[in-house]
Structure formats: structure tokens, C-alpha cells
């Protein structure tokens, strides 16, 4: 009997990319391209025999277009993937989510899950097959409508579809419904497919979320409520006030009831006092600070709730009963009878945390100070005790989106960028330097200036490097650095956070006159890929090339030339040296210093052609970017608009090594899910410091080299007193925030990515979902979106393939056929055997293996061809200039060398590792047949057609 074509496995993939409707090769039959599928009684019947002659006749070896052949494939898988797991013993059975990354859940439950979307008993009507036979019921009144005709006409008209079809109009219908799934453009079991495991209908199919309650005043008066209900007979005396609360709540729902009031109202360790016995006071060594820390009870048994007394409990949620429990008694529903105003909502918000030391310096999440709190402001949002795991979170990634993701990191390899430009238009607004035929200090002067404006230009831009760039910032700054406090580098504090359009360092007043009038921060919102097209903006080719060669190498800093001495040749202000030297005579220091400090950035950036002056080591070509910062990832290169300052984002996590595998658990599922409720009703401004860690100071990121220790220190005449330093007071609140997984909520929120930076990434765009308005979003430190990216390249109707490659390899990981596309292929079909044509067979899954290599290669292979043609670009228009250009001093100037990347270094960098990378994958089939099958001859079809095929 024939092997039925099975599948396990999704694609992350929206409903948009599956919107080609499929069809045969045949113009005629656009519509009925499934009926190669559809048996004589309207159902699917896809086997060995079914599939290959549908490959001989549309494509084989005659194929023109071989990626809309896997695209047409994978909607015929799709189809075998729910009718498998509709059988009741299926292939899904056996596999285990605890052994496997990417799948969402167990295969037995996997199976149910596609089954009940499938309906094809049931015929629920928000269900595949009920879709499907709504349409039907729809395209049967819409024909009998308009043909004005009976019954009788509409069977003909389906017969005449389906002439291969035996049975009666039920029959028939049925093979209208079956060639709907396997080809219409919304409900196709493709499309379906692609929401249940991708990013569809919703941003998540992470649904391991945990209920949690906002608090409010209606939550908590009702929390009080059902207090009261199920305690109500408790007795409260002299005797019982110092007894634990079990010895008298001794059923499941009255101490839930209690758990659910201490969660609400801060926690643990808001019921307990600094005086307390049970109070053991933690300290959080890494930013000392505040010593008050929410810890939620998680269930009955506790230890926490096994040592609660009744006088601790009462004081937590009544101020009267707190200032007087001694002289309280009766039970609960009596005190509470004769005292309308205990145990309600006004009757805890009235205990004020400033009168109880255990709350010294904490911030809640609104960033508001406990001086100015009652016990009703301390969280947010408080978990359910004994919540389903049934609440998706957006932006947490589902185990299938993982993949897609991480598919999509490894093999774009991303990189967020930020930067800082020295602006040719700023320098000089009537100037129109072209970099193509020259690069020269004097294109970064404005001769016009008068010496007064020069000075200041020059000071500033000396200050500016010293104290924003270099990694080596002058003693004057040491006191206001900012990475080893908050997740920002220094650099980045002028266009992210909260001192942004401020050089704060240089003073918190700058005057109209100072650098940051030069300046333009750029905030790129794209991110950088291998595959990035340089001719649509936000990165240019020396850009993206500078980029990667810095990340696949060992960066040093580089050593900046110290040359003083300048003339109109060395600059090439030929024609106004004089008057600008005459007006940088006896000059300040630091003056003196930022002009010598630019003139020889520039002409280190130059690309000039080589020469005994500006010579590199032998063998070497300057490259036409220097690395300026080593330990932040800042890198410096000349542009069409002027001198950039780049940044990658991230660096330090990009640069170090990653942690070990994380491993799934209910704990941890249930601490990201708390976290996520947390984060969503934290103040707007904090959540992007919450979501990127500190920066560790003794991080060591990057090798500095002897260039950094050449500049000198700033003029100590001239020391500049830096400004407020808002991020570090922001921090300190955060630091105060007293969470019980800290403060570094990176490490929690889509803690299963182990790549630190490509999590960075994903958190990121968690961010910027949390911040919704224009208003809100001026907070964000970041502007991408890897998620939107990572779904783009799904979507994109030009290059189909893509569909095929996550659907295919995901499978092979899923199933762990680790790149074995003969065996991954032969789970499903039948590739040996009697009535098999095993010469088509392999035929088959090496078009299959080729395209996928083709695909996976394809933005490396896109990298390193638009590197030579930039290249040679280069050349040609070193060669053109040369010609055009008479003088030699001239002709220094010109732009000469590009900058070649190793394909293997790329390649071979560790950045972009992920879950995918662990396994070493099989890359060739492992059935050795004669390569004469591989020819160009059309496959000889030997087995019988399909009786009612497509002719």
C-alpha cells in the first residue's frame, strides 16, 4: 500500500504570503489545480504516485520556474499535515516539547490542536472545512442565481469540473470543498496553517501566559469581599492573634483568599515588618539598592503562608486594625459589622509606607517614591493564584515563531545601528562636497568663519570626542559615565534616553555657538542585514561593509595619525590656507588639538591612494573605516554627508558570549508571564531601561590600541563641569523598583532565545509595542522592528521559495532528520519499492535540496557579490577622477580603495549563533545513485497517471 503524504511541523508565515492562488501549468485549469489530488469521491488522496506525476507533468525537467514548483509542493504538504493529524494514531504522537525547541506543545495535543482547526468531522463553521463549504453554499446560490437553472445544472456544472468524480452531488460538492483548501488564497489549509504557527491572526502564538489582576480600587475592595465570605467565622482574640492563619483557614478557598489580598497589596514582604522576626532583609549587592523586594506567593503551600499570623495578615490590610489589634475581637463578620469603615478599600489605602522602614527608598511602578505611597500602590499587577496557562502575550515569541526567528538571525545576520554625524551641510550650508572626487580636511572647514566661530568649532569638536567617543574619555568626564550605570553608552545619551539633544557631558546649557550645531544624531530604524539594498537609504554600501568587516574581525582600536604640521597641500585648501592658519594662530589648546585631531581623522579616512607618507603595514590596504571605540562597538567613516560616527547597538551583548541553552519550564514561563503583565503597567518612560540590562564596566569588548592614549587630555584651563546626568536618576529608580527578579527584565522576556543579542533585538520591539503613541514612543532607546522583518521575508510575493525554506527546514528539525532530506522526504513518501519510480524520487529531493541551498545562501551570496561590484565601483571611479583632475594634490584626495570581506569570515563569526546552529546538519542525500539520473533528459514517467488527472 502507497505511503499517504504526511507532515508534522508549521511555518511561521502571514496569511499574505500564501495569497497566490495555485494553479497547474495549464492556463485552462487555474482553478482545479487540486483536482490532481481529489479522488473519485471528492476527498484528498496525495500519494507517491499522485505527486511525481504532477511534478513530470508541470515541472520536472521541463520546469521553468522551479521556486513556484516548492511553493506549489508545500500547499499540497499543508493539506497532509491536518489530515494526519486528524487520524486517531498519527505521526505527531510521539514527540515531546521538552526535547524539542521549536515545537509549541507535546504532538498528541499538537494533533488535537490541528484537528479541531481542520474540522473536517465537525464542519464548525470557524473551522477550515467549514469555511470551505460556507464558500461552497455561497458559489451554489451565486451559480443557480444567476443561470436562473435548477439543482441539476449545478451537478452538471461540477461534473463538467470534476469528471473523474463518480458519486452524487454530496460527492462532488465535496470536491469543490476539497480543491478550495487546497488552493484558495485565505482559506487554504497553507494560509491556515501559517496563522496557527506563525504570526497570524495575532502577534503571538505564545499562550503559556498566566492570569493576572490589575490592581485597582475595585479589584482590591473586591479581593476584600471574598475575604470576608470565606472568613467570615473566623475567631480574632488574644488568644488566636498570634496563631497562624491555617490554624483557622484551613480550606483551599479561604486561604487562596488571603494569598490573593498579600499579592495584591505588595507581596511577602509587605507583610512583614523590619521589627519582625520573619523579616529576612535582602540586599541587593549589585546597585544597593532598596532592601524591599516583591515576592508573590505562588500557592497554599508556601512557607511564607505556613508562618502568617492573623496580627500580621489584619495589619496588612487595615490601618484601624493595625493601631489597635490588642483591643479587637470576635469574629471576622462581627468586626467587621460593627465598624463600617474596616476592611474596606479607604481602610488599606490609609497605611502609608513612609511609616514603616522597610520601604526605604523603594520607587513603585510608576516611579513614584514610597514617601508619598499607601499599601495600595505597590504593584501594578498581581498573579491569580492557580490561573489556566491560557493568555497569549504579544511579542512573546511562541516556540515556531522562535524558529522563525532565529532562522531569520542567523541567516540575515542583523545589526542594529545608531550614529552621530559631523554634517557637511552644517558646516558649510552653500557647500556641495562630492566624495567621489575627493575626501580632505578642507571640505570639513567654512573658511568663512571668523576666528572666534572656528575656535569654538574645533574646541567643541575636540570635547565632544574626548568625552563621547574616544574609550579613553579625559579624568574632567570620569564622574558622569554612563554605561556602568544604565543600559546606554554615553554616546548613545545625546539621541536615546532621557539627556537626548543634549551634549550633557559639555555642560547642560549649550550656547548657539557649540558642536552639537554641527551635529546630526541618526536613530536608524532599519535594521542592517546582509542581504540590505544600499540604494534605498539609511545605510550605504561603505556603511554596510564597514559594519560587517568590523564584526567578523578582531577589532583593535586604531592609532589616529598626530601629524601637526598642516599646509594647503597636506588639507587641500589651496587658495585659503593662509587666511585660515592666520586665523588659528594663538588659539586655545584645545582648539589647537580638535583641528589637528579632524584634520587627521579625515585624511586617515580618506581611502586616498597609497603613499610613503600615509603608508600601512605591507601587504595591508587601509580600510575606510577606523575603529574609534573598541570596548562600545564605534566605528568612524566618511559618507556623502560627512564624518559618521557609527554605533552598533547592542555591542557589548553582540560581543560576548552567549549563555548556556535555556531550558523551558512552568516556572519560568509563569515569571516571563508576570514580568510581561508588570512591564505593560510600568511608567511609559522606564520600560526601555528595563528591557536592556546595565552595562558590565569591566566588560572587555574590544582590544584598545594605542591610538586611544594619543589624544591629549582636555586643557584642565578649559574643564568642563557636566550637566545633570537624567539617565543615571532614572536608573536609580529602577534600581529601587524591588521586583523579585531584579530589574533586568531582558533576561526574563523571551528568556528561551539564547542569543543575548538577538534577544536584544526582540525585547526591543517588545518596547516598542508597549509604547503606542507618538507621545510615548519619543521614550524608546530603539526604532526597529525584527519581528515585522523577520515576517517580511515570508511575505514577499517575489521570491516564493522562502515559503518552502521555513516550512522544510523546519521540519527537519522538528523531526530531527538534521539536514537528511532523503530521509526527511522518505517519512512521507514512499522512496523504494515495487510500484515506486525511485529514479523520479531523487529527482525530485535534489530539486528540492538545491533550492533550498540556493535560498539559504542567498543573502550571503547577495552580500558578496554587491561587495565586488562596490568595489570595482570604486575603482572605476578612482580611475575616472584621476583623469579628470589635473593637479597631483588634487588627485591625493581622491577616494581609491574600497574594502574587500572574507566570505569565510563571515561565515565562520560566532555573533549570529542560535538554537539552529547546534546541531550539525547531513547536506547531501544518502542514497547513492548514478549521477546519470541527474542529467537533463525528462524523467521517464513509468508509473500509470491518475485516471483523472489533469490532462
Known amino acids: 500500500m502507497k505511503k499517504l503524504l504526511s507532515l508534522i511541523g508549521a511555518f511561521a508565515l502571514t496569511a499574505s504570503a500564501t495569497s497566490v492562488l495555485i494553479s497547474c501549468s495549464n492556463d485552462k485549469d487555474d482553478d482545479k489545480y487540486g483536482n490532481v489530488f481529489i479522488n473519485d469521491d471528492g476527498d484528498f488522496k496525495i500519494t507517491t504516485e499522485d505527486l511525481l506525476n504532477w511534478y513530470n507533468e508541470t515541472y520536472g525537467r521541463l520546469g521553468k520556474d522551479s521556486q513556484k514548483f516548492l511553493v506549489q509542493f508545500y500547499n499540497i504538504f ?6 494526519e493529524a486528524s487520524k486517531e494514531n498519527n505521526i505527531f504522537q510521539g514527540i515531546s516539547a521538552e526535547k524539542n525547541p521549536y515545537m509549541n506543545e507535546d504532538g498528541k495535543a499538537f494533533a488535537e490542536s490541528l484537528k479541531t482547526q481542520y474540522g473536517k468531522e465537525s464542519k464548525a463553521s470557524n473551522t477550515i472545512y467549514g469555511r470551505a463549504n460556507t464558500e461552497m453554499e455561497r458559489a451554489r446560490k451565486e451559480y443557480l442565481d444567476n443561470k436562473k437553472q435548477g439543482t441539476k445544472a449545478w451537478v452538471k456544472y461540477l461534473k463538467g469540473q470534476f469528471p473523474w468524480v463518480t458519486g452524487d452531488q454530496t460527492a462532488l460538492e465535496n470536491a469543490w470543498i476539497s480543491n478550495y483548501i487546497l488552493t484558495d488564497s485565505t482559506n487554504s489549509a497553507y494560509a491556515n496553517l501559517s496563522k496557527a504557527l506563525g504570526f497570524g491572526a495575532t502577534e503571538s502564538t505564545w499562550a503559556k501566559g498566566y492570569s493576572t489582576i490589575e490592581v485597582n480600587r475595585t479589584t482590591i475592595s473586591n479581593l476584600l469581599s471574598v475575604f470576608l465570605t470565606q472568613n467570615g467565622n473566623v475567631l480574632i482574640n488574644n488568644e488566636t492573634l498570634d496563631k497562624t492563619i491555617k490554624e483557622q483557614a484551613t480550606t483551599e478557598a479561604q486561604q487562596i483568599s488571603i494569598i490573593n489580598l498579600v499579592n495584591a497589596l505588595g507581596g511577602k514582604n509587605a507583610f512583614k515588618s523590619s521589627n519582625s522576626s520573619n523579616y529576612n532583609e535582602t540586599i541587593n549587592t549589585e546597585n ?26 489584619l495589619s496588612g490590610i487595615s490601618s484601624i486594625f493595625a493601631n489597635s489589634p490588642n483591643s479587637i475581637n470576635g469574629t471576622i463578620s462581627q468586626i467587621s459589622s460593627s465598624n463600617n469603615n474596616i476592611f474596606k478599600y479607604s481602610d488599606v489605602e490609609s497605611i502609608r509606607l513612609a511609616d514603616n522602614n522597610i520601604y526605604k527608598d523603594f520607587y513603585n511602578y510608576n516611579a513614584r517614591s514610597s514617601r508619598e505611597l499607601n499599601k495600595t500602590q505597590i504593584v501594578s499587577v498581581a498573579p491569580v493564584l492557580n490561573s489556566s496557562k491560557d493568555n497569549q502575550k504579544n511579542n512573546i515569541l511562541s516556540n515556531s515563531q522562535k524558529f522563525l526567528v532565529d532562522n531569520y538571525f542567523e541567516t540575515k545576520k542583523p545589526v542594529a545601528t545608531s550614529e552621530i554625524v559631523l554634517e557637511f551641510s552644517k558646516i558649510n550650508s552653500t557647500a556641495t562636497p562630492d566624495i567621489n572626487k575627493e575626501i580632505s580636511p578642507a571640505q570639513f572647514v567654512n573658511n568663512a568663519n571668523t576666528q572666534t566661530e572656528l575656535i569654538n568649532y574645533f574646541e567643541g569638536f575636540y570635547q565632544f570626542y574626548n568625552a563621547y567617543v574616544s574609550s579613553e574619555s579625559a579624568s574632567s568626564y570620569a564622574n558622569a559615565e554612563t554605561s556602568s550605570s544604565t543600559g546606554l553608552t554615553d554616546f548613545e545619551t545625546f539621541y536615546r534616553g532621557s539627556n537626548k539633544n543634549n551634549l550633557w557631558k559639555l555642560g547642560q546649557n549649550q550656547t548657539d555657538t557649540g558642536i552639537i550645531n554641527f551635529l546630526t544624531a541618526k536613530n536608524n530604524e532599519k535594521l542592517l542585514t546582509l542581504d540590505y539594498d544600499t540604494t534605498t537609504g539609511t545605510y550605504s554600501n561603505i556603511a554596510k561593509y564597514s559594519v560587517y568587516d568590523f564584526l567578523s574581525s578582531n577589532p583593535k582600536e586604531d592609532v589616529i595619525s598626530t601629524k601637526n604640521d598642516w599646509d594647503a597641500d597636506s588639507t587641500n585648501m589651496i587658495g585659503q590656507w593662509a587666511s585660515f592658519d592666520q586665523k588659528m594662530t594663538n588659539v586655545s589648546t584645545d582648539a589647537t588639538n580638535g583641528k ?27 580600510k575606510p573605516y577606523k575603529v574609534l571605540n573598541a570596548k562600545d562597538g564605534i566605528i568612524a567613516f566618511i559618507d556623502s554627508d560627512g564624518l559618521h560616527f557609527m554605533k552598533i547597538d547592542g555591542y557589548s551583548l553582540l560581543n560576548s558570549s552567549n549563555a548556556e541553552k535555556s531550558e523551558t519550564s512552568v516556572d519560568k514561563d509563569k515569571q516571563q508571564s508576570i514580568a510581561y503583565d508588570l512591564l505593560s503597567k510600568t511608567n511609559k518612560e522606564l520600560i526601555p531601561y528595563l528591557l536592556n540590562p546595565k552595562l558590565s564596566s569591566s566588560t572587555e569588548a574590544g582590544n584598545a590600541g594605542e591610538g586611544s592614549g594619543k589624544i591629549n587630555k582636555i586643557d584642565e584651563s578649559t574643564a568642563i563641569k557636566p550637566g545633570i546626568n537624567n539617565d543615571i536618576y532614572r536608573q ?50 530603539y526604532n526597529f522592528d525584527i519581528l515585522a522583518d523577520a515576517k517580511a521575508t515570508t511575505s514577499t510575493t517575489e521570491n516564493f521559495g522562502l515559503l518552502s525554506q521555513w516550512l522544510w527546514t523546519y521540519l527537519d528539525e522538528i523531526l530531527g532528520t538534521n539536514g537528511d532530506y532523503a530521509e526527511l522526504f522518505g517519512k512521507f513518501f514512499e522512496i523504494e519499492g515495487e510500484d515506486v519510480d525511485t529514479k523520479a524520487v531523487y529527482e525530485l529531493i535534489k530539486v528540492i535540496t538545491t533550492e533550498q541551498e540556493t535560498l539559504s545562501a542567498a543573502p550571503l551570496t547577495s552580500f558578496t557579490l554587491e561587495n565586488n561590484n562596490w568595489n570595482q565601483s570604486v575603482e572605476d571611479n578612482y580611475e575616472k577622477q584621476h583623469e579628470d583632475l589635473k593637479t597631483e594634490t588634487a588627485r591625493s584626495f581622491i577616494p581609491k580603495n574600497g574594502l574587500e570581506i572574507s566570505y569565510s569570515s563571515i561565515v565562520q563569526s560566532q555573533h549570529w549563533k542560535t538554537d539552529l546552529s547546534t546541531k550539525s546538519k547531513f547536506n547531501k542525500l544518502n542514497y547513492i545513485i548514478s549521477d546519470k539520473w541527474f542529467n537533463d533528459e525528462v524523467i521517464i514517467n513509468v508509473l500509470n497517471k491518475h485516471e483523472g488527472g489533469v490532462k
Open 596 to 622: 589637528n585631531l579632524l584634520f587627521n581623522l579625515v585624511n586617515d579616512l580618506g581611502r586616498h591612494a597609497e603613499t610613503e607618507a600615509n603608508s600601512t603595514k605591507e601587504g595591508e590596504t587601509a
Open 288 to 313: 544597593n539598592g532598596t532592601t524591599f523586594k516583591i515576592e508573590f506567593i505562588e500557592n497554599t503551600n508556601d512557607v511564607f503562608l505556613n508562618a502568617l499570623t492573623w496580627r500580621t495578615f
Open 732 to 781: 536609580n529608580i529602577i534600581d529601587n523598583m524591588g521586583t523579585e527578579f531584579g530589574n533586568d527584565y531582558s533576561k526574563i522576556i523571551n528568556y528561551s532565545i539564547t542569543n543575548d543579542y538577538e534577544r536584544f533585538l526582540v525585547n526591543n520591539t517588545v518596547a516598542n509595542g508597549f509604547l503606542s503613541t507618538d507621545e510615548e514612543k519619543t521614550n524608546l532607546f
Open 78 to 83: 499543508a493539506v497532509a499535515i491536518y489530515e
